[in-house]
């Protein structure tokens, strides 16, 4: 294969030509397909198994992490013994699976066939849900960053390693989701504000709503999605926007009739 990337939607997990655009289904058939992993052997990805405009309660989403190996052929589905509900953002770190639960305010980690909950902000009292919507990941200085919203401002939040407190947070963005570093900034897509943002003024204006960022040999790759009211998302078309190193667009991809566009992960057989 030789695509450069691998593109989870509404509906499906894809492959996409990092080149030409140039797209094809990988998988379909388990809701809406969210977070991307890859490791050595191994590519995770997060299915809720119901859609945004499903009308299954989402107390009741019971989502999965999918197996497959490197000729996506599917190898397994991991069921956490709690409900795995509102997937974002997955990561592989130090031979362990996170998984962002945002309905639940935890971040579920899988090593060595276990499961635990995590809870940065403390576990949530009995009955409330989603008060921080923790959705995004990342590695740095030997700690974890996190991204929360409830559907306003943003926080990204820095953890240690158990991911069992929060040390310091820095507002970014307004409902954002990814996390990267550009030089000494940090940065997000502000879906709220249909942009890239920075903590030191960095900005990008996207159009619709940005989710999902891969860099791919010196170019950025973001999903967008059209905006639109909740039960209509996943009707709704998406896009690719692709990034020169100093952030002009170089292209523009329509993704037609795939719904959302969640996450983006680099490729390379």
């Known amino acids: 294969m030789s695509s450069e990337l691998l593109v989870t939607t509404s509906f499906a997990l894809l492959a996409v030509d990092g080149t030409t655009g140039r797209q094809w289904r990988l998988h379909e058939g388990d809701g809406l397909y969210y977070g ?3 490791t050595a052997d191994w590519v995770f990805v997060a299915a809720r198994r119901r859609l945004v405009s499903s009308p299954q309660p989402i107390a009741e989403e019971r989502g999965q992490i999918l197996v497959f190996d490197h000729a996506f052929r599917l190898r397994e589905r991991l069921q956490a013994p709690f409900p795995l509900r509102d997937m974002h953002q997955i990561a592989w770190h130090d031979g362990a699976l996170y998984v962002t639960c ?4 935890l971040i579920a980690v899988y090593r060595d066939g276990d499961w635990q909950r995590c809870y940065p902000r403390g576990a949530p009292p009995d009955g409330t849900v989603d008060r921080y919507h923790f959705n995004s990941l990342a590695w740095h200085d030997g700690g974890w960053c996190v991204v929360a919203h409830n559907r306003g401002a943003s926080e990204l939040l820095f953890c240690p390693p158990s991911l069992d407190r929060v040390t310091r947070c820095v ?3 307004r409902q954002a989701h990814n996390v990267w570093r550009r030089d000494t900034e940090w940065c997000t897509c502000s879906s709220g504000e249909s942009a890239l943002v920075g903590s030191k003024g960095f900005r990008v204006e996207t159009g619709g709503f940005p989710r999902g960022v891969a860099f791919v040999a010196g170019r950025a790759y973001i999903g967008v999605s059209a905006w639109a009211e909740r039960a209509q998302r996943d009707a709704s078309d998406g896009a690719i926007q ?7 667009l170089w292209k523009h ?6 719904g959302l566009v969640l996450d983006l992960q680099e490729w390379k057989e």
Do not use: N, S
Not at 102 to 105: A, F, I, M, N, Q
């Open 253 to 258: 991809w329509p993704l037609y009739r795939q």
């Open 36 to 38: 991307i992993a890859v």
């Open 171 to 173: 507002l970014l963005g």
């Open 102 to 105: 945002c309905y639940d305010d």
């Open 242 to 248: 692709v990034y020169t190193a100093d952030w002009r």
